[in-house]
T-cell receptor
């Protein structure tokens, strides 16, 4: 039969604006969270991670916020550039070592 | 340091055949995990190997199997291929536990 693809949420921003990508995670036992960026035809690329004993972590142009109360994770990208256009995935470890549970992904489109 | 490498990058098979995919982890990484990515199901965990032992397994049928060698290189095998096995198969490596770094994937098409 015909397969139905995931309809990815899409975020469209203007170059230079800040982007916020949100993710709801599923397992309250998860203690490690990662954001990945995946460009067309490539494997997921590590962006930033955070452990459950932290609320916020900053990298170069990116910030991850973790709200354990509502099981919510967000990725903020400052001064978004056309090269940031990609699908962004959040992942949690479910407290199961090497197994990552991925969210459905958000497609970020940056308009020049 | 070289990244995770996967071979082959593209593969076309027919239903009923079997296939073996290979993954070479980042030097010094002893954990290798495999994922299947499809438009319908997203990224799903297949299994993880550490020091030649399967440490975690996802919810896939027994047709999907893997192994890891003493040099940490890993292979996964899919037997009796079905059309629904068409996907991007991704391998990721990490140190004992920690950030997983992904390879470019193997695109498998089953006709």
């Amino acid at each position: 039969g015909e397969s139905v693809g995931l309809h990815l949420p899409t975020l469209s921003v203007q170059e230079g604006d800040n982007s916020i990508i949100n993710c709801a995670y599923s397992n309250s036992a998860s203690d490690y969270f990662i954001w990945y960026k995946q460009e067309s035809g490539k494997g997921p690329q590590f962006i930033i991670d955070i452990r459950s004993n932290m609320d916020k972590r900053q990298g170069q142009r990116v910030t991850v916020l973790l709200n354990k109360t509502v099981k919510h994770l967000s990725l903020q990208i400052a001064a978004t550039q056309p090269g940031d256009s990609a699908v962004y995935f959040c992942a949690e470890n479910g407290n199961q070592g090497g197994k990552l549970i991925f969210g459905q992904g958000t497609e970020l489109s940056v308009k020049p | 340091k070289a990244g995770v490498t996967q071979t082959p990058r593209y593969l076309i098979k027919t239903r009923g055949q079997q296939v073996t995919l290979s993954c070479s982890p980042i030097s010094g990484h002893r954990s290798v995990s495999w994922y299947q990515q499809t438009p319908g199901q997203g990224l799903q965990f297949l299994f993880e190997y550490f020091s030649e032992t399967q440490r975690n397994k996802g919810n896939f049928p027994g047709r999907f199997s893997g192994r890891q060698f003493s040099n940490s290189r890993s292979e996964m095998n899919v037997s009796t291929l079905e059309l629904g096995d068409s996907a991007l198969y991704l391998c990721a490596s990490s140190k004992q536990e920690g950030t997983q770094y992904f390879g470019p994937g193997t695109r498998l098409t089953v006709l």
